[in-house]
Protein backbone atom coordinates (compact mmCIF):
# COMPACT_ATOMS: atom_id res chain seq x y z
CA UNK A 1 0.00 0.00 0.00
CA UNK A 2 1.45 3.65 -1.10
CA UNK A 3 1.22 5.26 2.39
CA UNK A 4 0.66 8.99 2.39
CA UNK A 5 2.93 11.21 4.22
CA UNK A 6 1.82 12.23 7.56
CA UNK A 7 2.43 16.07 8.99
CA UNK A 8 3.42 16.44 12.68
CA UNK A 9 -0.08 17.47 13.63
CA UNK A 10 -1.90 14.42 11.78
CA UNK A 11 0.69 12.15 14.07
CA UNK A 12 -0.81 13.70 17.14
CA UNK A 13 -4.00 13.27 16.46
CA UNK A 14 -3.79 9.97 15.41
CA UNK A 15 -2.38 9.50 19.00
CA UNK A 16 -4.99 11.56 20.57
CA UNK A 17 -6.81 8.31 21.26
CA UNK A 18 -3.60 6.69 23.19
CA UNK A 19 -4.68 9.58 26.16
CA UNK A 20 -7.42 7.62 27.24
CA UNK A 21 -6.68 4.24 27.23
CA UNK A 22 -3.11 5.61 29.31
CA UNK A 23 -5.41 7.62 31.54
CA UNK A 24 -7.36 4.36 32.37
CA UNK A 25 -4.17 2.14 32.88
CA UNK A 26 -2.53 4.86 34.96
CA UNK A 27 -5.65 5.24 37.07
CA UNK A 28 -5.25 1.15 37.81
CA UNK A 29 -0.88 1.78 38.19
CA UNK A 30 -2.00 4.26 41.07
CA UNK A 31 -5.26 3.42 42.66
CA UNK A 32 -5.46 -0.44 42.90
CA UNK A 33 -3.55 -1.39 45.35
CA UNK A 34 -4.52 1.01 47.59
CA UNK A 35 -8.36 0.11 47.23
CA UNK A 36 -7.68 -3.19 47.60
CA UNK A 37 -6.12 -2.71 50.83
CA UNK A 38 -8.53 -0.16 51.91
CA UNK A 39 -11.21 -2.95 50.78
CA UNK A 40 -9.15 -5.78 53.17
CA UNK A 41 -6.59 -6.68 51.09
CA UNK A 42 -2.90 -7.62 52.79
CA UNK A 43 0.26 -6.91 51.33
CA UNK A 44 1.71 -10.11 50.28
CA UNK A 45 -1.56 -11.10 48.48
CA UNK A 46 -1.58 -7.91 45.88
CA UNK A 47 0.27 -9.08 43.36
CA UNK A 48 -2.32 -12.13 43.17
CA UNK A 49 -5.10 -9.61 42.88
CA UNK A 50 -3.40 -7.35 39.70
CA UNK A 51 -3.44 -10.99 37.23
CA UNK A 52 -6.65 -9.76 35.95
CA UNK A 53 -4.53 -7.48 33.72
CA UNK A 54 -1.64 -9.82 32.69
CA UNK A 55 -4.07 -13.16 32.22
CA UNK A 56 -7.02 -10.73 30.04
CA UNK A 57 -3.86 -9.21 28.13
CA UNK A 58 -2.59 -13.12 27.29
CA UNK A 59 -5.99 -14.29 26.01
CA UNK A 60 -7.52 -11.08 24.74
CA UNK A 61 -4.84 -9.21 22.77
CA UNK A 62 -3.29 -12.22 20.67
CA UNK A 63 -7.01 -13.18 19.31
CA UNK A 64 -8.02 -9.27 18.93
CA UNK A 65 -4.87 -8.63 17.06
CA UNK A 66 -5.46 -11.49 14.47
CA UNK A 67 -9.15 -10.96 14.09
CA UNK A 68 -8.33 -7.63 13.61
CA UNK A 69 -6.04 -8.64 10.19
CA UNK A 70 -8.52 -10.40 8.74
CA UNK A 71 -11.31 -8.16 9.60
CA UNK A 72 -12.70 -6.23 6.41
CA UNK A 73 -15.75 -3.86 8.22
CA UNK A 74 -16.63 -0.64 6.91
CA UNK A 75 -15.20 1.41 9.79
CA UNK A 76 -12.04 -0.36 9.29
CA UNK A 77 -9.68 -3.18 10.03
CA UNK A 78 -8.97 -1.68 13.65
CA UNK A 79 -11.34 0.88 14.71
CA UNK A 80 -14.51 -1.08 15.36
CA UNK A 81 -12.37 -2.66 18.10
CA UNK A 82 -10.81 0.07 19.75
CA UNK A 83 -14.00 2.05 19.56
CA UNK A 84 -15.93 -1.08 21.50
CA UNK A 85 -13.39 -1.47 23.89
CA UNK A 86 -12.99 2.34 24.35
CA UNK A 87 -16.56 2.25 25.30
CA UNK A 88 -16.45 -0.74 27.57
CA UNK A 89 -13.33 0.45 29.32
CA UNK A 90 -15.68 3.77 30.42
CA UNK A 91 -18.09 1.62 31.69
CA UNK A 92 -16.00 0.14 34.06
CA UNK A 93 -14.06 2.95 35.34
CA UNK A 94 -17.24 4.46 36.37
CA UNK A 95 -18.31 1.25 38.48
CA UNK A 96 -14.79 0.82 39.78
CA UNK A 97 -14.57 3.28 43.16
CA UNK A 98 -18.41 1.87 43.70
CA UNK A 99 -16.89 -1.19 44.59
CA UNK A 100 -19.15 -2.81 47.67
CA UNK A 101 -16.15 -5.22 48.60
CA UNK A 102 -12.93 -6.52 47.99
CA UNK A 103 -14.45 -9.50 45.21
CA UNK A 104 -16.01 -6.60 43.46
CA UNK A 105 -13.27 -4.78 42.56
CA UNK A 106 -10.81 -7.60 41.99
CA UNK A 107 -13.82 -9.08 39.05
CA UNK A 108 -14.46 -5.75 37.58
CA UNK A 109 -10.86 -5.45 37.32
CA UNK A 110 -10.83 -8.32 35.08
CA UNK A 111 -13.59 -6.79 33.00
CA UNK A 112 -12.17 -3.21 32.59
CA UNK A 113 -8.88 -4.74 31.69
CA UNK A 114 -10.32 -7.09 29.14
CA UNK A 115 -11.67 -3.76 27.84
CA UNK A 116 -8.41 -1.75 27.66
CA UNK A 117 -7.08 -5.25 25.94
CA UNK A 118 -9.19 -5.00 23.42
CA UNK A 119 -8.28 -1.72 22.60
CA UNK A 120 -4.84 -1.52 23.01
CA UNK A 121 -3.08 -3.54 20.26
CA UNK A 122 -5.34 -2.62 17.47
CA UNK A 123 -4.35 0.83 18.37
CA UNK A 124 -1.28 -0.07 18.34
CA UNK A 125 -1.26 -1.93 14.67
CA UNK A 126 -3.23 1.30 13.25
CA UNK A 127 -0.11 3.04 13.84
CA UNK A 128 2.48 0.65 11.98
CA UNK A 129 -0.70 0.22 9.28
CA UNK A 130 -0.84 4.30 8.91
CA UNK A 131 2.77 5.27 8.57
CA UNK A 132 5.59 4.96 6.17
CA UNK A 133 8.46 2.78 7.64
CA UNK A 134 10.68 6.04 7.81
CA UNK A 135 8.07 7.63 10.07
CA UNK A 136 7.77 4.74 12.76
CA UNK A 137 9.89 5.93 15.58
CA UNK A 138 7.68 9.14 15.03
CA UNK A 139 4.69 7.77 15.19
CA UNK A 140 5.22 5.12 18.54
CA UNK A 141 7.20 7.75 20.41
CA UNK A 142 4.49 9.82 20.34
CA UNK A 143 2.23 7.30 21.26
CA UNK A 144 4.63 7.00 24.01
CA UNK A 145 4.74 10.63 24.96
CA UNK A 146 0.63 10.63 25.33
CA UNK A 147 1.18 7.77 27.58
CA UNK A 148 3.66 10.38 29.96
CA UNK A 149 0.81 12.84 29.86
CA UNK A 150 -2.18 10.49 29.93
CA UNK A 151 -0.58 8.85 33.08
CA UNK A 152 0.51 12.26 34.39
CA UNK A 153 -2.86 13.53 34.46
CA UNK A 154 -3.96 10.16 36.09
CA UNK A 155 -1.96 10.26 39.03
CA UNK A 156 -2.25 14.16 39.76
CA UNK A 157 -6.20 14.47 39.22
CA UNK A 158 -6.91 13.49 43.23
CA UNK A 159 -3.92 15.92 44.40
CA UNK A 160 -5.25 18.78 42.00
CA UNK A 161 -8.99 18.19 43.56
CA UNK A 162 -7.23 18.73 47.06
CA UNK A 163 -5.49 21.35 46.17
CA UNK A 164 -8.62 23.21 44.49
CA UNK A 165 -10.60 22.72 48.00
CA UNK A 166 -11.96 19.05 47.96
CA UNK A 167 -11.36 17.35 51.69
CA UNK A 168 -8.56 14.51 51.28
CA UNK A 169 -10.41 12.52 54.03
CA UNK A 170 -13.89 12.27 52.70
CA UNK A 171 -14.85 8.81 51.85
CA UNK A 172 -17.63 6.80 50.24
CA UNK A 173 -19.62 4.60 51.72
CA UNK A 174 -16.84 1.72 51.09
CA UNK A 175 -13.83 4.08 52.27
CA UNK A 176 -12.59 4.68 49.30
CA UNK A 177 -11.85 8.43 49.16
CA UNK A 178 -14.20 10.64 47.36
CA UNK A 179 -11.30 12.13 45.07
CA UNK A 180 -10.21 8.72 43.68
CA UNK A 181 -13.38 8.46 42.55
CA UNK A 182 -14.11 11.79 41.00
CA UNK A 183 -10.66 10.87 39.32
CA UNK A 184 -12.30 7.36 37.88
CA UNK A 185 -15.42 10.04 36.34
CA UNK A 186 -12.60 11.25 34.95
CA UNK A 187 -11.23 8.75 33.31
CA UNK A 188 -14.65 7.23 31.82
CA UNK A 189 -15.14 10.25 30.02
CA UNK A 190 -11.32 10.98 28.68
CA UNK A 191 -11.29 6.76 27.81
CA UNK A 192 -14.03 7.09 25.00
CA UNK A 193 -13.77 10.81 23.42
CA UNK A 194 -10.05 10.82 22.89
CA UNK A 195 -10.49 7.15 20.75
CA UNK A 196 -13.10 8.87 18.89
CA UNK A 197 -10.90 12.26 18.28
CA UNK A 198 -8.67 9.89 16.79
CA UNK A 199 -11.10 7.85 14.54
CA UNK A 200 -12.61 11.03 13.40
CA UNK A 201 -9.30 13.24 12.41
CA UNK A 202 -6.97 10.59 11.13
CA UNK A 203 -9.15 7.35 9.85
CA UNK A 204 -7.76 3.97 8.31
CA UNK A 205 -6.69 3.95 4.89
CA UNK A 206 -9.38 1.82 2.46
CA UNK A 207 -7.56 -1.23 1.43
CA UNK A 208 -6.28 -1.82 -2.33
CA UNK A 209 -9.48 -3.78 -3.72
CA UNK A 210 -6.79 -6.98 -4.31
CA UNK A 211 -6.06 -7.26 -0.58
CA UNK A 212 -10.10 -6.48 0.75
CA UNK A 213 -10.70 -9.67 -1.89
CA UNK A 214 -8.03 -11.50 -0.09
CA UNK A 215 -8.76 -10.71 3.09
CA UNK A 216 -12.58 -11.78 2.27
CA UNK A 217 -11.98 -15.26 0.83
CA UNK A 218 -10.09 -16.06 4.28
CA UNK A 219 -12.03 -18.19 7.04
CA UNK A 220 -13.42 -16.21 9.87
CA UNK A 221 -13.89 -17.17 13.45
CA UNK A 222 -12.05 -17.98 16.40
CA UNK A 223 -10.42 -21.08 15.04
CA UNK A 224 -8.73 -19.48 12.24
CA UNK A 225 -8.08 -16.53 14.33
CA UNK A 226 -6.12 -19.19 16.84
CA UNK A 227 -4.38 -20.75 14.02
CA UNK A 228 -2.97 -17.42 12.59
CA UNK A 229 -1.53 -17.13 15.98
CA UNK A 230 0.24 -20.19 16.29
CA UNK A 231 1.36 -20.05 12.76
CA UNK A 232 2.86 -16.49 13.48
CA UNK A 233 4.55 -17.88 16.33
CA UNK A 234 6.15 -20.38 14.45
CA UNK A 235 7.41 -18.11 11.85
CA UNK A 236 8.09 -14.95 14.76
CA UNK A 237 10.59 -13.03 13.20
CA UNK A 238 14.36 -13.21 14.87
CA UNK A 239 14.77 -9.86 16.31
CA UNK A 240 11.52 -10.18 18.04
CA UNK A 241 12.59 -13.65 19.76
CA UNK A 242 15.73 -11.44 20.64
CA UNK A 243 13.56 -8.58 22.21
CA UNK A 244 11.80 -11.43 25.52
CA UNK A 245 14.48 -11.28 27.84
CA UNK A 246 14.62 -7.64 27.92
CA UNK A 247 10.73 -7.93 28.22
CA UNK A 248 10.84 -10.30 30.63
CA UNK A 249 13.03 -8.41 33.31
CA UNK A 250 11.71 -5.04 32.21
CA UNK A 251 8.26 -5.56 32.88
CA UNK A 252 8.96 -8.00 35.66
CA UNK A 253 10.65 -4.90 37.18
CA UNK A 254 7.80 -2.45 36.33
CA UNK A 255 5.17 -4.59 38.18
CA UNK A 256 6.71 -4.55 41.30
CA UNK A 257 7.18 -0.80 41.27
CA UNK A 258 3.81 -0.02 40.61
CA UNK A 259 1.82 -2.78 43.56
CA UNK A 260 4.40 -2.14 45.95
CA UNK A 261 5.28 1.98 45.75
CA UNK A 262 2.45 3.22 47.65
CA UNK A 263 3.15 0.73 50.31
CA UNK A 264 6.60 1.55 50.46
CA UNK A 265 5.88 5.46 50.49
CA UNK A 266 3.64 4.76 53.59
CA UNK A 267 6.04 3.33 55.18
CA UNK A 268 9.88 4.93 54.41
CA UNK A 269 7.78 8.88 54.42
CA UNK A 270 5.04 8.53 56.52
CA UNK A 271 5.92 5.49 59.13
CA UNK A 272 3.26 3.24 58.72
CA UNK A 273 1.87 0.14 57.31
CA UNK A 274 -1.78 0.18 58.28
CA UNK A 275 -4.17 0.95 54.78
CA UNK A 276 -6.33 2.34 57.02
CA UNK A 277 -4.30 5.28 58.58
CA UNK A 278 -4.01 9.25 57.40
CA UNK A 279 -0.87 8.40 56.89
CA UNK A 280 -1.37 5.63 53.71
CA UNK A 281 -4.19 8.21 52.46
CA UNK A 282 -0.83 10.53 52.56
CA UNK A 283 1.30 8.08 50.81
CA UNK A 284 -1.30 7.56 47.83
CA UNK A 285 -1.53 11.45 47.22
CA UNK A 286 1.76 11.60 47.19
CA UNK A 287 2.07 8.74 44.66
CA UNK A 288 -0.06 10.83 42.42
CA UNK A 289 2.76 13.05 42.52
CA UNK A 290 5.56 11.82 42.37
CA UNK A 291 4.08 9.52 39.80
CA UNK A 292 2.91 12.50 37.83
CA UNK A 293 6.25 13.99 37.79
CA UNK A 294 7.76 11.05 36.29
CA UNK A 295 5.17 10.55 33.42
CA UNK A 296 5.67 14.02 33.00
CA UNK A 297 9.38 13.78 31.85
CA UNK A 298 8.14 10.46 29.88
CA UNK A 299 6.39 13.12 28.10
CA UNK A 300 8.81 15.29 27.50
CA UNK A 301 11.23 12.87 27.16
CA UNK A 302 9.15 10.64 24.67
CA UNK A 303 9.70 13.31 22.11
CA UNK A 304 13.02 14.88 23.34
CA UNK A 305 14.25 10.55 22.14
CA UNK A 306 12.83 10.83 18.88
CA UNK A 307 16.48 12.47 16.84
CA UNK A 308 18.39 10.03 19.26
CA UNK A 309 16.42 6.92 18.49
CA UNK A 310 16.71 8.06 14.83
CA UNK A 311 20.87 8.66 14.95
CA UNK A 312 21.71 6.37 17.72
CA UNK A 313 19.19 3.19 18.04
CA UNK A 314 16.41 2.35 19.65
CA UNK A 315 18.63 -0.19 21.14
CA UNK A 316 20.96 2.11 22.81
CA UNK A 317 18.55 4.71 24.02
CA UNK A 318 16.35 2.72 25.77
CA UNK A 319 19.34 0.61 27.03
CA UNK A 320 20.41 3.94 28.60
CA UNK A 321 16.89 4.59 30.24
CA UNK A 322 16.13 1.59 31.80
CA UNK A 323 19.94 2.23 33.80
CA UNK A 324 18.44 5.51 34.76
CA UNK A 325 15.44 3.89 36.79
CA UNK A 326 17.40 1.50 37.93
CA UNK A 327 19.68 3.95 39.51
CA UNK A 328 16.60 5.72 40.61
CA UNK A 329 14.78 2.39 41.85
CA UNK A 330 17.34 1.85 44.02
CA UNK A 331 17.72 5.15 45.45
CA UNK A 332 13.96 5.64 46.27
CA UNK A 333 13.80 3.75 49.19
CA UNK A 334 16.49 5.94 51.55
CA UNK A 335 14.47 8.72 50.79
CA UNK A 336 12.66 10.21 53.90
CA UNK A 337 10.43 13.15 53.74
CA UNK A 338 8.30 14.83 50.98
CA UNK A 339 11.02 17.26 49.69
CA UNK A 340 12.94 17.65 46.39
CA UNK A 341 14.56 14.82 46.95
CA UNK A 342 11.75 12.30 46.29
CA UNK A 343 11.02 13.61 42.54
CA UNK A 344 15.20 13.28 41.82
CA UNK A 345 14.48 9.29 41.37
CA UNK A 346 11.41 9.74 39.41
CA UNK A 347 13.57 11.38 36.58
CA UNK A 348 15.30 8.00 35.90
CA UNK A 349 12.10 6.12 35.80
CA UNK A 350 10.47 8.69 33.69
CA UNK A 351 13.10 8.52 31.15
CA UNK A 352 12.51 4.73 31.11
CA UNK A 353 8.62 4.88 30.78
CA UNK A 354 9.22 7.22 27.93
CA UNK A 355 11.41 4.68 26.07
CA UNK A 356 9.82 1.58 27.24
CA UNK A 357 6.13 2.62 25.36
CA UNK A 358 8.02 3.50 22.42
CA UNK A 359 11.34 2.20 21.64
CA UNK A 360 10.84 -1.59 21.66
CA UNK A 361 7.86 -0.95 18.97
CA UNK A 362 10.43 0.76 16.88
CA UNK A 363 12.50 -2.24 17.07
CA UNK A 364 9.60 -4.46 16.83
CA UNK A 365 7.76 -2.32 14.05
CA UNK A 366 10.09 -2.86 11.15
CA UNK A 367 11.24 -6.52 11.20
CA UNK A 368 7.25 -7.53 11.24
CA UNK A 369 5.54 -8.57 7.79
CA UNK A 370 2.67 -5.74 7.33
CA UNK A 371 -0.11 -8.29 6.74
CA UNK A 372 0.43 -9.23 10.00
CA UNK A 373 1.12 -6.02 12.28
CA UNK A 374 -2.14 -6.77 14.05
CA UNK A 375 -1.51 -10.56 15.14
CA UNK A 376 2.23 -9.79 15.82
CA UNK A 377 1.52 -6.65 17.92
CA UNK A 378 -0.82 -9.24 20.07
CA UNK A 379 2.01 -11.45 20.67
CA UNK A 380 4.41 -8.90 21.62
CA UNK A 381 1.88 -8.09 24.31
CA UNK A 382 2.54 -11.50 25.78
CA UNK A 383 6.23 -10.36 25.53
CA UNK A 384 4.72 -8.04 28.64
CA UNK A 385 1.62 -10.01 30.42
CA UNK A 386 3.61 -13.39 31.06
CA UNK A 387 6.38 -11.11 32.75
CA UNK A 388 3.50 -9.98 34.57
CA UNK A 389 2.01 -12.93 35.24
CA UNK A 390 5.19 -14.54 36.45
CA UNK A 391 6.07 -12.22 39.05
CA UNK A 392 2.40 -12.17 40.48
CA UNK A 393 3.05 -16.05 40.95
CA UNK A 394 6.47 -16.11 42.40
CA UNK A 395 6.90 -12.85 44.28
CA UNK A 396 4.52 -13.92 46.88
CA UNK A 397 6.58 -17.09 47.07
CA UNK A 398 9.67 -15.48 48.61
CA UNK A 399 8.06 -11.82 50.16
CA UNK A 400 8.49 -12.67 53.37
CA UNK A 401 11.47 -15.21 53.13
CA UNK A 402 14.31 -13.04 50.89
CA UNK A 403 12.21 -9.90 50.93
CA UNK A 404 11.75 -9.42 54.64
CA UNK A 405 8.25 -8.50 54.29
CA UNK A 406 8.99 -5.31 53.48
CA UNK A 407 7.41 -3.25 50.45
CA UNK A 408 10.42 -0.81 49.77
CA UNK A 409 12.74 -4.65 49.65
CA UNK A 410 10.60 -5.11 46.04
CA UNK A 411 11.16 -1.14 44.68
CA UNK A 412 15.31 -2.34 45.21
CA UNK A 413 14.33 -5.96 43.44
CA UNK A 414 12.84 -3.70 40.60
CA UNK A 415 15.68 -2.07 40.10
CA UNK A 416 18.08 -4.89 39.84
CA UNK A 417 15.91 -6.20 36.87
CA UNK A 418 15.89 -3.03 35.22
CA UNK A 419 19.50 -2.83 34.91
CA UNK A 420 19.11 -6.56 33.49
CA UNK A 421 16.91 -5.59 30.80
CA UNK A 422 19.19 -2.61 29.83
CA UNK A 423 21.80 -5.46 29.32
CA UNK A 424 19.12 -7.86 27.84
CA UNK A 425 18.47 -5.01 24.93
CA UNK A 426 21.89 -4.50 23.87
CA UNK A 427 22.05 -7.66 22.61
CA UNK A 428 19.08 -7.59 20.11
CA UNK A 429 20.11 -6.81 16.58
CA UNK A 430 17.23 -6.07 14.08
CA UNK A 431 16.87 -8.26 10.94
CA UNK A 432 13.89 -6.90 8.53
CA UNK A 433 11.74 -9.32 7.96
CA UNK A 434 10.21 -9.51 4.45
Known amino acids: ?258 IYIVPTLAATVFGTDDPHSAGFRDAALLNGQVGGFYNAVAFVAAFAMVPFTKRLGAKWVHAFALLAAAAGMWALPGIRSEGWLLFLPMVGIGLAWGSIMGNPYVLLAGSIPPERAGVYMGIFNMFIVIPMLIQAVTLPLFYDSLLGGRPENVIRLAGVLLALAALCVLRVRTEKTA
Open 1 to 258: MNKPHLSFTQIVNMNVGFLGIQFSFGLQQANMSPIYQMLGAEGKDLPYLWLAGPITGLLVQPIVGALSDRTTHRWGRRTPYFLIGALLCSLGLLAMPFSPALWFAAGLLWILDAANNVTMEPYRAYVSDRLREEQHASGFLTQASFTGLAQTLAYLTPSLLVFFGMNKDALGANGIPVVTTLAFIVGAVLSFTTVWWSVRKVPELPLPAAELARLRALPRGLGPALAEIWHALRAMPVTMRRLWWMALFQWYGMMCYW
